[in-house]
C-alpha cells in the first residue's frame, strides 16, 4: 500500500510539471486542487523542473529503503547482529547473546594468597534458544584447597533466561547494538559449597561497532536467600567483554573461520553486611576459535589468562586460567 501511494505520488509530480504546479482530484463535494510546486513565472520553468525532480528523487529513495522494524511496537530491527554468531562466547563473565542450540563446558584454575590455596571448577552448562528467548541450565563443581583443608562439591545450579528488549541499527549499519534484560536463579543443593539460594536480575547490551569490534556489557543484582554467614549478602555485578573477531578470509588459517582475541572485566560490589562498599576486579585476556562445522557440530575452544585487577581480587585470587570448550550444534 505504501508503495502504491509512492508510484501515485510520483506520476503526480510529473504531470504537476507539464499543468503548470497544481492537479485537480474528483471528491463528491466537487473539484479540490492538489497543489504540488507552485506555478513557474514566464522564463522560470528551468527552477520548477528541478524543485519536482528533487521531490521525486526523495520519494523514489524512501521508496527504495525497506522497513527492517518489527515487533509489537517497532523495537526490534532485521539487521540487528543479536544471535548472528556476531558475539564471542564469554569466558568469567555472563553470556548475553541469543544461543539457540549451544553445550559448554569449561575448567576454571585459580590460585590464591597463601601456598598451596587453589579453587577449581568444572562448569558445564546447555543452552536453548526458543525464538529471541535464551533458556540455560549450569551446574558448577568445585573443589577449594585452604590451608590443606579441601572442600568440593557440586555449587548451585543455575537456571536462567535472557531477552532482547530493543534493537537499534545504524543506517549504514556502524553501529549495531542490542539491549535485553536476563534472570538467573540459583538452586542449592546444601552441601560443603551450595548453602544460599540466589537471584540475579540483570540488564545487558551487546554492541558490535563496524565488522569486527564487539563490546558485551552486563550489571546485576545479586540475592543470597537463606540462613548461614552468607544469608541476605548482596552484591551489585557487573561484567564487560571487548572481542576483535577476525574472519577466515582475515585471517586465513585452515580449518578455522574466526579467530576472536578477547577482554574481559568481572567484577562484584559488596552492598550489604560487614563488608559493604568493598569492591573485587579481575580481568583475563585470552582467545577464542570457532572451527569449522564437523559433522553439524561447531566446536569453539578457548584459553584466557586470569588476573586479578584491585586489592578485592587480590584477596580472592593471585593468578589463573580457563579453558574453555563450546559446541554449536
Not at 514566464?42 to 520519494?59: F, I, P, W
Not at 551487546?206 to 546485576?220: A, E, K, P, R, Y
Not at 576486579?281 to 559433522?295: C, E, M, Q, S, Y
Request: proline share 5%.
Amino acid at each position: 500500500m505504501k508503495n502504491n501511494i509512492q508510484t501515485i505520488s510520483l506520476c503526480l509530480l510529473s504531470m504537476a510539471a507539464c499543468t503548470g504546479g497544481s492537479l485537480y482530484a474528483q471528491s463528491t463535494g466537487g473539484t479540490n486542487p492538489i497543489t504540488v510546486a507552485p506555478s513557474p513565472a514566464r522564463g522560470d520553468s528551468g527552477a520548477s523542473d528541478k524543485s519536482v525532480a528533487v521531490a521525486a528523487q526523495s520519494l523514489a529513495a524512501s521508496a527504495s529503503v525497506p522497513d527492517t522494524r518489527y515487533g509489537l511496537f517497532g523495537q526490534f530491527d532485521r539487521r540487528s547482529a543479536y544471535g548472528q554468531d556476531e558475539f564471542p562466547e564469554p569466558f568469567i563473565v555472563d553470556d548475553s547473546d541469543l544461543e539457540r542450540n549451544e553445550a559448554r563446558f569449561d575448567w576454571l584454575h585459580t590460585s590464591g594468597p597463601g601456598s598451596g590455596n587453589t579453587t577449581d571448577v568444572l562448569h558445564s552448562e546447555v543452552e536453548k534458544g526458543f525464538g529471541l528467548l535464551t533458556v540455560e541450565v549450569e551446574l558448577p563443581y568445585v573443589q577449594n584447597i585452604s590451608n590443606g583443608q579441601v572442600t568440593k562439591g557440586l555449587d548451585n545450579m543455575d537456571l536462567g533466561a535472557r531477552y532482547p528488549l530493543y534493537e537499534y541499527v545504524s543506517r549504514n549499519g556502524l553501529i549495531n547494538t542490542t539491549f535485553g534484560a536476563a534472570l538467573e536463579v540459583g538452586i542449592p543443593f546444601f552441601n560443603q559449597i551450595s548453602v544460599n539460594a540466589e537471584v540475579v536480575p540483570k540488564v545487558f547490551n551487546d554492541l558490535m561497532i563496524g565488522q569486527h569490534f564487539t563490546v558485551q556489557s552486563i550489571l546485576g543484582w545479586s540475592s543470597l536467600l537463606g540462613r548461614g554467614p552468607d544469608g541476605g549478602l548482596q552484591n551489585g555485578e557487573y561484567g564487560f567483554v571487548f572481542g576483535y573477531t577476525l574472519q577466515h578470509r582475515d585471517l586465513p588459517i585452515p580449518g578455522v573461520e574466526q579467530f576472536i582475541p578477547i577482554m574481559e572485566l568481572n567484577g562484584a560490589k559488596t552492598l550489604t553486611k560487614e563488608d559493604a562498599g568493598s569492591d573485587a576486579l579481575t580481568a583475563d585476556v585470552g582467545f577464542r576459535v570457532n572451527t569449522k562445522p564437523i559433522w553439524g557440530v561447531q566446536p569453539r575452544l578457548g584459553a584466557a589468562f586470569v588476573f586479578p585487577l584491585d586489592s578485592g581480587g587480590r584477596e580472592q585470587q593471585t593468578s589463573g586460567f580457563i579453558l574453555s570448550a563450546v559446541f554449536e550444534y
